[in-house]
């Protein structure tokens, strides 16, 4: 694969393509604008919503986000939602309700279209006063379609809390997780970052053996296993998950030492 270049190149973003500081160096920005200017998009595939985009946005002003783990695309330019696969309230109701009684002290968020809703004890790590952000109560969360239901536990240990919620959601729903703390991400049965990048992919005329995705979390998995069994390249970071580098085709540096960059000069 000394010769293989790729036709789309995606990635993630917290612990990927961002410093730990939340910033993109300048050499990745040069990087991804090299391959940009030679006509291959970039695509950023992430756990984020929407409303988390707006700085990335004055770093890389064009092309599709993948956001909410795959739930919803983003055009970067426009500012615009293109497609939501939101989880439904029957579903909804049905996890929350159960995951509530088997672990009580479990809190709930949901992200949809701009907005973020919380439970008044669930504890946001960011942008707690933010526009879009605001306060209500579990039946309220789930009574209409949402992009991603959070799920938190402020005690448990992450893979046991993740572990238990995919126990309970037994197939109703997606689960992943792309945090150090235990909070599962909860999304429509199927869907994942594969799936939308699979779509976007797909609006460029690219498949999957021409598309090189960088990522650091389980939640990266499943666009990991979309590219390296057509043949494309899977790019962990140094640092990455265990989970995700057993699904890698690559390994790179850490998002500090810009790996996303280095491996994408060498080729």
């Known amino acids: 694969m000394s010769d293989w270049k790729p036709k789309l190149i995606a990635s993630d973003m917290d612990g990927t393509l961002l410093h730990w500081d939340d910033t993109v160096s300048a050499a990745t920005v040069a990087e991804l604008e090299r391959w940009r200017a030679d006509g291959v998009p970039v695509v950023l595939a992430t756990g984020r919503p929407?409303?988390?985009?707006?700085?990335?946005?004055?770093?890389?002003?064009?092309?599709?986000?993948?956001?909410?783990n795959g739930a919803v695309l983003l055009d970067l330019q426009e500012f615009e939602i293109l497609d939501e696969d939101p989880l439904e309230p029957e579903v909804l109701q049905e996890v929350?309700?159960?995951?509530?009684?088997?672990?009580p002290d479990t809190w709930?968020?949901?992200?949809?279209?701009?907005?973020?809703?919380?439970?008044?004890?669930?504890?946001?790590?960011?942008?707690?006063?933010?526009?879009?952000?605001s306060v209500a109560s579990l039946e309220e969360l789930v009574a209409a379609p949402v992009a991603k239901l959070l799920a938190r536990h402020e005690h448990l240990p992450r893979d046991e809390f993740v572990a238990l919620v995919e126990t309970v959601v037994d197939g109703r729903a997606t689960?992943?997780?792309?945090?150090?703390?235990?909070?599962?991400?909860?999304?429509?049965?199927?869907?994942?970052k594969a799936t939308g990048l699979a779509k976007v992919a797909a609006q460029h005329g690219v498949g999957p053996e021409d598309v090189v995705v960088f990522g650091d979390m389980p939640n990266d998995i499943a666009a990991f296993d979309w590219v390296r069994e057509a043949g494309g390249r899977a790019v962990a970071?140094?640092?990455?998950?265990?989970?995700?580098?057993?699904?890698?085709?690559?390994?790179?540096?850490?998002?500090?030492?810009?790996?996303?960059?280095?491996?994408?000069?060498?080729?």
């Open 96 to 103: 929350t309700g159960e995951l509530r009684r088997q672990q």
């Open 50 to 68: 929407p409303r988390w985009m707006t700085r990335i946005r004055e770093v890389l002003r064009h092309g599709t986000a993948v956001c909410c």
């Open 175 to 192: 689960v992943t997780n792309s945090s150090s703390d235990a909070l599962a991400e909860i999304s429509a049965l199927g869907v994942t």
């Open 237 to 267: 970071m140094a640092h990455a998950h265990p989970d995700l580098l057993a699904a890698a085709t690559d390994v790179t540096g850490t998002n500090e030492d810009d790996g996303v960059a280095a491996f994408l000069a060498s080729l």
């Open 108 to 133: 709930f968020a949901v992200e949809y279209g701009l907005e973020f809703r919380h439970e008044p004890v669930y504890q946001p790590r960011w942008d707690v006063n933010a526009p879009g952000v």
